[in-house]
């Protein structure tokens, strides 16, 4: 290959990046939930893997922390220890965590056994996925986290794995 065709491929791989980064900032940015899925969210019949109705009464005009998971995705398992971390730390701030499992009740049931959390868990399956991808997830996959403040409104949404960091962050500016 001589020198301009490499030139030519660099420069195209470089434009591809760029388009990449700006795209993924787009879909960031533009990815959060709408008022009708966070109502949707609220109105929601969840279930405990015990099989008890959770009262989404009791999660207004908190912040949430909402986490889609399932016991088979290990970024999901990973994130787990900050979850349960920040979720104590920011408990007396009015900071509510909900994990959402993307898994049958049994498996929940099971995970949870061996991996116990502080913050409530709910059935989610297929429905959930569902509410995930209309929660900004357009992808679906695996883990979605999403925060949305004391008024209702999503304010930042992750797909993949979070650090501590990002989450503090996004706790706070939704405080």
């Known amino acids: 290959m001589n020198r301009r065709q490499w030139i030519s491929i660099v420069g195209i791989g470089l434009l591809a990046l760029?388009?990449?980064?700006?795209?993924?900032?787009?879909?960031?940015?533009?990815?959060?939930?709408?008022?009708?899925?966070?109502?949707?969210?609220?109105?929601?019949?969840?279930?405990?893997?015990d099989g008890k109705l959770a009262d989404t009464e009791k999660w207004r005009g908190?912040?949430?922390?909402?986490?889609?998971?399932?016991?088979?995705?290990?970024?999901?398992v990973e994130e787990m220890p900050t979850l349960d971390k920040l979720q104590q730390e920011f408990k007396a701030q009015n900071v509510l965590f909900?994990?959402?499992?993307?898994?049958?009740?049994?498996?929940?049931?099971?995970?949870?056994?061996?991996?116990?959390?502080?913050?409530?868990?709910?059935?989610?399956?297929?429905?959930g996925?569902?509410?995930?991808?209309?929660?900004?997830?357009?992808?679906?996959?695996?883990?979605?986290?999403?925060v949305i403040?004391?008024?209702?409104?999503?304010?930042s949404s992750k797909l993949g794995k979070i650090s501590e960091e990002e989450l503090r962050k996004a706790i706070k500016s939704a405080l």
């Open 18 to 49: 760029l388009a990449g980064v700006l795209t993924s900032q787009w879909i960031y940015k533009t990815g959060l939930a709408s008022d009708p899925a966070i109502k949707a969210f609220f109105a929601n019949p969840w279930q405990s893997p």
């Open 149 to 155: 403040d004391g008024q209702g409104k999503a304010t």
């Open 62 to 76: 908190k912040v949430l922390v909402v986490n889609f998971w399932a016991s088979w995705c290990p970024p999901c």
């Open 129 to 146: 996925s569902n509410l995930s991808k209309q929660m900004g997830n357009s992808q679906g996959a695996l883990p979605y986290t999403i």
């Open 98 to 127: 909900i994990g959402i499992g993307i898994d049958s009740p049994s498996n929940i049931r099971e995970f949870l056994e061996k991996t116990p959390v502080s913050y409530p868990i709910v059935i989610g399956g297929l429905e």
